[in-house]
């Protein structure tokens, strides 16, 4: 059971560049999110799905798309990468009842130069 | 907006010593929850609380939900080097199913 599997581990882009941050879930998860996690700031969240082809943003949504075509899958886009989007990120799941747990991937680690 | 408030932000004990982290929220929560997160891992879920004044254990660790479901604490009893992390409590409030988090508290263990 691969639980959350996030892709790639680790990116270095360069400023104005686009990227795609892959999650895929193998636990039928209804709920879907991504956070972005800074030094001192917690996990805020970015954009967040109830369920395949709905999407809603989160409180740090800017310079960032979403979409949710499957259950499995909620691809993160930076469409022109800035030095502020330098984060650590993560994808979660959740089976959309309210008092679950949250599954997190491993995390991917993304420098803007 | 709604927002939770966890203290400390860093506390470093020494091992055998016991340790508390405290969150608490501008509204009532429907549940709170507990996660770890070791340095550079993902946070890792622990527990959730969900009735007014519930106390939960897990081996050295107490999680307490307070009886108005507005502020929430977990304390290890007599720390090990293993407890090393962050330690995030995350909230829910009413039938919203985003979590809102507080920016946890790092411990740091010395042996």
């Known amino acids: 059971n691969a639980g ?45 799905s109830v369920g395949a082809g709905i999407t809603d943003q989160g409180e740090v949504p800017n310079g960032y798309n979403v979409s949710r075509s499957t259950t499995e899958d909620f691809p993160l886009r930076l469409l022109s990468a800035a030095p502020s989007q330098t984060s650590v990120y993560f994808c979660a799941s959740s089976n959309g009842r309210l008092r679950t ?6 995390g991917t680690r993304l420098t803007v130069v | 907006g709604q927002q939770v408030m966890q203290i400390p ?10 340790f508390t982290t405290y969150c608490n929220s501008s509204t009532t929560l429907s549940n709170i929850q507990w996660y770890k997160q070791r340095p550079g891992g993902h946070p890792v879920f622990l527990i959730h609380l969900v009735k007014s004044g519930e106390v ?23 720390t090990q080097t293993t407890d090393v992390g962050t330690y995030f409590c995350a909230g829910m409030a009413g039938n919203n199913r985003k979590l809102i988090w507080g920016l946890g508290t790092s411990l740091g263990v010395n042996p």
């Open chain 1, 4 to 48: 959350v599997t996030q892709t790639p581990k680790f990116q270095v882009l360069k400023t104005g560049q686009s990227m795609t941050l892959q999650c895929a879930q193998d636990m039928n998860h209804e709920y879907m999110s991504w956070y972005r996690q800074d030094p001192g700031m917690g996990l805020r969240l970015i954009h967040y």
């Open chain 1, 101 to 106: 747990e949250a599954f997190f991937g491993q």
């Open chain 2, 9 to 18: 932000q860093y506390q470093h004990v020494q091992e055998g010593e016991d």
């Open chain 2, 56 to 78: 939960k254990k897990q081996k050295r660790l107490t999680f307490q939900f307070g009886e108005a479901k507005k502020n929430s604490s977990l304390h290890i009893t007599a």
